[in-house]
């Protein structure tokens, strides 16, 4: 092979995928896999997989065989790689002899850069299993072949052969993995004890982390999912009859959710499955079983509304948002309910102590009091220094008070109940509730009865939990998970030991689900953007060619059509995730739309920005200013530099910094002919936003 350079590297990067830059260690390994050497890739769920051996193939004389799990996965990658005009296929049973013929067909004249298949059908492969066919082998979901892991898969066994087939040929192993054990498994089952190893880090800065208490979770979720009205995500719910109810209740109030569950038929699972990746159905309620093999890259949120019983699990499962790389959701709900479910769970399985140990770390994390981004790193055996700035804890750090009064009164009810009640009735007595459980065991005349009345059941909870987190009780699971007193109780009972608590933080009250379905069934009505208008006509395109709407266009590619608003080929080509051949088939039509909407938009302005132009006389800030309007704040800056060219009394150096100024003046010397904005971005290494530099450049044009 020629000798490959970094340019014929970015050159296919973005003229196959429409990228301008590698991710992480993407561009190691792919020299790595070119220089024919065994490879290892751990990257975390949504890192960037694919490409590290998609990319490669292109460069290969023969074929890249991948090796994948699931046969709905193979085929959106072949989608999404035909999306790109990469010619690859895939090779499964489910195929008529008439379509397995065109395969071997396509093989046979080198036609195609990838082939997927099943590692059931390999052996129905022999024929072309040798050098002349096959450059390199791609193994992906490589910790099904470990019986360590989680997903293990027994067809995954019989992939040690390939290593003495095609004992030239370069075999690359991917999986998200982090654990060792698994690690050293594959690469011995695989026979490539020599494979470079690359881990990447498992920080996904773009997902948001947030735990809640789940105190009227059907109400949060509803509230949360009204915020986001088109946005795609999972709600994870431990059991199939949960699903369903949540879907249900979700379906009542106007949100397009359906349930999925190892508990449908084949053919059902399909459906729901093909409906989310096509965005027909907005929001799956599913149980674990749904998601592997899902490359959906609009995930916009996942919900825990059980917690689950790991952190690997967790990790998992939140990495199907925002792979896009935009910002996402990750939001847990935290019961001690589930706690005490998922140990009877584990109390029945085998290695219950490891189990146990693993429930252990999801805990903590749930009841961290601190960035909860350390943890889940720190799990995986990654430390960082900063917090992360993009989790609840981070976004509102607990406040410490001295709790040891509130410490004495929980203590002392535990005390005087003889240890022999749970959670749910010791706070009963704490604040003299007048229920059976009480009355029934006479605690209405115990001394601590009623000490605790001022303050709400959840607060009581909030602290009583943090109570045995710092070991000052603890919950005896094998005992009916009553509460007993610790070594450490008596000091505070008995020796004055100070006791640091965390106020609890408030979710504001919900609003009444009957006020809110008025606001669900308004929603077609949603803003009138140009981000809309793409999205819609993604969506079609998508029905027509049908394929998945986000193998068109991301998300990402969207916002950036919508920003950079392009309107030539050379513009349209520069945006992130086009390709030449995307420009070819979707260009025109989307250059059409944004055509339109601009012109509509103008015809519209003369008014919209006279409009603006009196709220703005009126000392309205830009912020009140987009609110009143039902407009975005970049909007209000448009028509305010838009007056400002015009002459009228408009300071936009309000809304710059000098300094600021003084660098977009600077990129404006070097990039004098550059008409879009993105260069200056690059140019003043993307710290200033594109708001600021269109200010500055709108002052500059004055200016001149
Ligand atoms: P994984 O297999 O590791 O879960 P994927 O290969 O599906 O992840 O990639 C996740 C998303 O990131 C995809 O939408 C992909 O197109 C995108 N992506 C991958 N590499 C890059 C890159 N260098 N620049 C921008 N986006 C990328
Ligand atoms: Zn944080």
């Given at each position: 092979m020629m000798q490959i350079t970094e340019k014929d590297l970015l050159g296919k990067l973005k003229i196959n995928f429409g990228y301008d830059s590698f991710r992480l260690e993407q561009k190691s390994i792919i020299e790595n896999i070119l220089a024919k050497k065994d490879t290892l890739v751990i990257m975390p769920t949504g890192g960037g997989k694919s490409i590290c051996f998609q990319l490669p193939s292109l460069f290969f004389e023969g074929i890249t065989l991948v090796i994948s799990p699931l046969i709905a996965l193979m085929k959106d990658q072949v989608d999404s790689l035909k999306a790109n005009g990469i010619p690859s296929t895939y090779y499964n049973s489910s195929q008529s002899s008439d379509e397995q013929q065109q395969v071997f067909d396509a093989i046979a004249n080198k036609s195609i850069k990838l082939l997927y298949v099943a590692p059931e059908s390999l052996p129905l492969l022999q024929n072309i299993l040798n050098q002349n066919y096959i450059s390199c082998v791609a193994i992906d979901e490589a910790h099904c072949i470990s019986s360590w892991g989680h997903d293990f898969r027994p067809s995954y066994k019989q992939l040690a052969f390939l290593k003495k087939t095609l004992p030239e040929t370069p075999i690359v192993a991917l999986t998200a993995t982090a654990d060792k054990a698994t690690q050293e498994d594959i690469l011995e089952q695989l026979a490539i004890p020599n494979a470079t190893r690359f881990l990447s880090s498992f920080n996904r800065e773009n997902i948001a982390l947030e735990v809640r208490p789940a105190n009227d979770r059907v109400k949060q979720i509803i509230k949360f999912i009204n915020k986001r009205p088109n946005d795609s995500g999972i709600v994870y719910c431990l059991s199939r009859k949960a699903t369903e109810q949540l879907a249900s209740k979700l379906k009542q109030n106007g949100i397009d959710a359906k349930s999925y569950h190892a508990g449908l038929t084949f053919d059902e699972r399909a459906k729901t499955q093909e409906d989310f990746i096509k965005d027909e159905t907005q929001i799956i309620c599913a149980t674990i079983a749904f998601?592997?093999?899902?490359?959906?890259?609009?995930?916009?949120?996942?919900?825990?509304?059980?917690?689950?019983?790991?952190?690997?699990?967790?990790?998992?499962?939140?990495?199907?948002?925002?792979?896009?790389?935009?910002?996402?959701?990750?939001?847990?709900?935290?019961?001690?309910?589930?706690?005490?479910?998922?140990?009877?769970?584990?109390?029945?399985?085998?290695?219950?102590?490891?189990?146990?140990?693993?429930?252990?770390?999801?805990?903590?994390?749930?009841?961290?009091?601190?960035?909860?981004?350390k943890i889940l790193l720190s799990y995986f055996g990654e430390l960082i220094e900063e917090n992360c700035g993009n989790c609840d804890v981070c976004d509102n750090p607990p406040k410490f008070f001295d709790g040891t009064v509130i410490a004495q009164k929980a203590l002392s009810a535990?005390?005087?109940?003889?240890?022999?009640?749970?959670?749910?009735?010791?706070?009963?007595?704490?604040?003299?509730?007048?229920?059976?459980?009480?009355?029934?065991?006479?605690?209405?005349?115990?001394?601590?009865?009623?000490?605790?009345?001022?303050?709400?059941?959840?607060?009581?909870?909030?602290?009583?939990i943090q109570l045995i987190n710092q070991g000052y009780c603890q919950i005896a699971f094998?005992?009916?998970?009553?509460?007993?007193?610790?070594?450490?109780?008596?000091?505070?009972?008995?020796?004055?030991?100070?006791?640091?608590?965390?106020?609890?933080?408030?979710?504001?009250?919900?609003?009444?689900?009957a006020?809110?379905?008025?606001?669900?069934?308004?929603?077609?009505?949603?803003?009138?953007?140009?981000?809309?208008?793409?999205?819609?006509?993604?969506?079609?395109?998508?029905?027509?060619?049908?394929?998945?709407?986000?193998?068109?266009?991301?998300?990402?590619?969207?916002?950036?059509?919508?920003?950079?608003?392009?309107?030539?080929?050379?513009?349209?080509?520069?945006?992130?995730?086009?390709?030449?051949?995307?420009?070819?088939?979707?260009?025109?039509?989307?250059?059409?739309?944004?055509?339109?909407?601009?012109?509509?938009?103008?015809?519209?302005?003369?008014?919209?920005?006279?409009?603006?132009?009196?709220?703005?006389?009126?000392d309205f800030t830009i912020d009140e200013i987009a609110d009143k309007r039902n407009l975005k704040a970049q909007t209000i800056f448009s028509h305010l530099s838009k007056l400002y060219l015009e002459g009228k009394d408009v300071s936009l150096d309000e809304f710059i910094e000098a300094d600021t100024l003084k660098l977009v003046a600077n990129a404006k010397k070097v990039l004098k002919n550059e008409s879009t904005l993105k260069p200056y971005f690059e140019f003043l290494g993307e710290k200033v936003p594109y708001e600021q530099i269109r200010i500055g450049l709108t002052i500059l044009q004055k200016k001149r």
């Open positions: 998601g592997m093999g899902i490359d959906k890259s609009n995930v916009r949120w996942v919900i825990h509304y059980n917690m689950p019983k790991n952190i690997e699990g967790y990790y998992q499962e939140i990495g199907r948002a925002g792979r896009d790389g935009l910002p996402s959701q990750a939001l847990l709900f935290h019961s001690y309910a589930d706690v005490i479910q998922l140990r009877q769970f584990i109390a029945n399985t085998g290695n219950r102590e490891v189990q146990e140990a693993k429930l252990d770390r999801m805990k903590q994390f749930s009841e961290a009091t601190v960035c909860r981004r535990i005390y005087r109940l003889q240890q022999k009640e749970a959670m749910g009735t010791v706070i009963d007595v704490i604040r003299g509730a007048k229920n059976a459980a009480v009355y029934d065991k006479n605690y209405q005349t115990l001394k601590t009865y009623g000490v605790g009345s001022d303050t709400s059941w959840q607060h009581w909870q909030h602290y009583i094998h005992l009916n998970n009553t509460l007993q007193l610790t070594d450490f109780s008596k000091k505070v009972l008995f020796d004055g030991e100070k006791v640091e608590l965390t106020t609890p933080t408030e979710i504001k009250k919900e609003v009444k689900i006020a809110k379905e008025k606001k669900v069934k308004t929603k077609a009505a949603a803003k009138d953007t140009l981000f809309e208008r793409l999205r819609k006509l993604r969506y079609r395109i998508a029905q027509e060619e049908d394929i998945a709407a986000y193998l068109v266009f991301s998300d990402a590619t969207l916002k950036e059509l919508e920003n950079e608003r392009p309107q030539t080929d050379n513009d349209f080509l520069a945006i992130s995730g086009v390709g030449q051949r995307k420009l070819e088939v979707y260009g025109g039509e989307f250059m059409e739309e944004i055509k339109t909407f601009i012109n509509e938009k103008k015809r519209g302005r003369k008014d919209t920005t006279l409009e603006t132009f009196q709220l703005y006389k009126e």
